[in-house]
T-cell receptor, first 116, second 114 residues
Framework: KNQVEQSPQSLIILEGKNCTLQ??????????LRWYKQDTGRGPVSLTI?????NTKSNGRYTATLDADTKQSSLHITASQLSDSASYIC???????????????FGTGTQLKVEL | DAGITQSPRYKITETGRQVTLMCHQT?????MFWYRQDLGHGLRLIYY???????DKGEVPDGYVVSRSKTENFPLTLESATRSQTSVYFC?????????????FGPGTRLLVL
């Protein structure tokens, strides 16, 4: 069964500090990997999308890395802000759905809290 | 730019009742999706649609019905609600079915079935 495992489950850091979130996946075949940010009470918002040929991709203070050989990804957040408090979800695309469109396998997320 | 909206945002209903969750997008995206999000689980796909009048089952379709008569609307109906359908429901859309395509999510509907 295709799975996406994230760690840690939750994390508390001080404002201004950096942090790294981990994602391991067993999804096969692999097409691309996405990181989403989900604020409390809101829908997920895409941060990055990486294909298997990309090693790193940045979006402002967010940098995602991908090692397709070891099936691992990380999301690094630099100089954290209070507004970074959210759940960060790792999502892997494996196949195309029967009727078209991407079949996404979602991790359960890492809950990040940034404190003063 | 309204994007993708869902209504109602919160709903309380009783077991056995029919409930319809609405989803509307203003981008004219071809693809639309319904997911549910439960504690301890990643989002799971219920149904999806590649275009008007084309729908297909996802991972957890039992107990749900969808329709798509217009490109911009994709309602999800719980024909006879059960407590196990208590969840947060997200609608999403994407412009096409290309592998690298971003899915854009609505704000969600929190459903409680008593």
């Amino acid at each position: 069964k295709n799975q996406v495992e994230q760690s840690p489950q939750s994390l508390i850091i001080l404002e201004g500090k950096n942090c790294t979130l981990q994602c391991n996946y067993t999804v096969s075949p692999f097409s691309n990997l996405r990181w989403y940010k989900q604020d409390t009470g809101r829908g997920p918002v895409s941060l990055t999308i990486m294909t298997f040929s990309e090693n790193t991709k940045s979006n402002g203070r967010y940098t995602a890395t991908l090692d397709a050989d070891t099936k691992q990804s990380s999301l690094h957040i630099t100089a954290s802000q209070l507004s970074d408090s959210a759940s960060y979800i790792c999502v892997v695309t494996d196949t195309i759905l029967t009727g078209g469109g991407n079949k996404l396998t979602f991790g359960t997320g890492t809950q990040l809290k940034v404190e003063l | 730019d309204a994007g993708i909206t869902q209504s109602p945002r919160y709903k309380i209903t009783e077991t056995g009742r029919q409930v319809t969750l609405m989803c509307h997008q203003t981008w004219s995206h071809s693809y639309m999706f319904w997911y549910r999000q439960d504690l301890g689980h990643g989002l799971r796909l219920i149904y999806y649609s590649a275009a008007a009048d084309i729908t297909d089952k996802g991972e957890v379709p039992d107990g749900y019905v969808v329709s798509r008569s217009k490109t911009e609307n994709f309602p999800l109906t719980l024909e006879s609600a059960t407590r196990s359908q208590t969840s947060v429901y997200f609608c999403a859309s994407s412009e096409s079915g290309r592998k690298i395509e971003t899915q854009y999510f609505g704000p969600g509907t929190r459903l409680l079935v008593l």
